[in-house]
């Protein structure tokens, strides 16, 4: 049977789901300490709104935001502020943080919720996104853009399509996977919560065929809305947003468009669940599911953990690292960053933690002169000529990059997968993008 997919290039590398796909989620015990940074999306980072020496309650608003894109930040344990920090996240940037540790003799004291709205479909729209702005919801597939900004398109782009993306394309990430089989009605809940908010009547949720049971459960929760979920050809990346409105929707987002310039949202799963528990429970995003997988860890699991724990904490619930561990990844193999520092922090866009082993990372700085063989031209999803962009960033020459359409390039990575020559073109492009202007 043929599925829906976008129509240009794309890429199959291995899946490597099944090491995950069957663990259900673990909700790993609350850490002794965590250190929350105060920019976990895009946007203004926040400002602390919390003393060295204070107690703070799970979920206490920690970091207020200071622009309209941002979002603001809660406690995730019950503790004290002990420290203000800076801690260096895996894009390689460094971002304050402040640091909640609880007391040893204290009894673990979760988040609580203070109340239980069960007509929130029949609140406003107004009521209902700043419920979502004070859960400090953020894109929780990684862009970490403010969901409650999203939401809130300008009128002159009128919404009509609200799609959930529960492609999860990236090999080894199962976490999208085990949210949509545990919480499928959350899911759905939060779909139409987002339709509610857009006033939109359609909505979608688009998942890859390997995901059959996922499939049956989200079509399940659906039942009688005005909801279609849909089953898209397994092939990277599916579930980048232009790729996923061209397979569901066939419209297309104009170069340096907005999903919104055609009239769509899209969405996360796991924000989809976000969004629900906010707009029922008044839930602040204080923890997620992550993927802690790939061939170098010893039991790879989907962990719903805390934000602020470290990295090295994940590791350790998951049996640690096998001797044949390599590179540890921020997200997934195609489109995530390394870890430098296993301190670093599980933030709100932290979708997994992909423990590859030496064999399977390309370390290599060694690359080869492009041989024009065109595969990176065929695997492109955008029709863009990564070979050039590639050759121009190399030489330097970052302006011509630019006539070849250097800023439509979302840097999936299809690109450096296929090239024999090794070439790091998605690195190259990335460059070339901080020294040219859009
Ligand atoms: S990284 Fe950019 S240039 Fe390379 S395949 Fe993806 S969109 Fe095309
Ligand atoms: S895949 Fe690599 S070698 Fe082939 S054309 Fe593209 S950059 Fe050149």
Known sequence: MS??????????????????????????????????PLSQHIGAPCKASVEVGQEVKAGEVIGTPEGFVSAPVHASITGKVTAFTSVLMPIGRMVQAVVVERAANRPDEAWQPAEDDKDYLKRSPDELKGRIKAAGIVGMGGATFPTHVKISPPKEKPIDAVIINGAECEPYLTADHRVMLEYPESVIEGLKIL?????????????????????????????????????????????????????????EVPAGGLPMDVGVVVQNVGTANAVYEACRYGKPLIERVVSVTGGGIKSPKNLKVKVGTPVSQLIETCGGLKPTAGKIISGGPMMGFAFYDLNTPVIKGTSGIVVLEQKDATGSDKFYNCIRCGRCVDACPMGLMPLMLSLFSEKGHYADAKDYHLFDCFECGSCTYVCPAKRPIVQQIKLAKTQVKP
Request: aromatic share 4%; no cysteine; charged share 20%.
């Open 3 to 36: 599925f829906t997919t976008f129509p240009l290039g794309g890429i199959h590398p291995p899946e490597r789901k099944e090491l995950a796909s069957a663990v259900s989620i673990e909700v790993m015990p609350q850490p002794q300490r965590v250190v929350i």
């Open 195 to 251: 339709m509610a908010i857009l006033g939109v009547t359609k909505g979608y949720v688009g998942i890859e065929s390997n995901k059959p049971d996922a499939i049956t459960k989200m079509l399940e929760a659906a039942k009688g809305s005005n909801i279609e979920v849909r089953t898209l050809q397994i092939k990277y990346p599916q579930g980048a947003e232009k790729m996923l409105i061209k397979s569901i929707l066939s419209r």
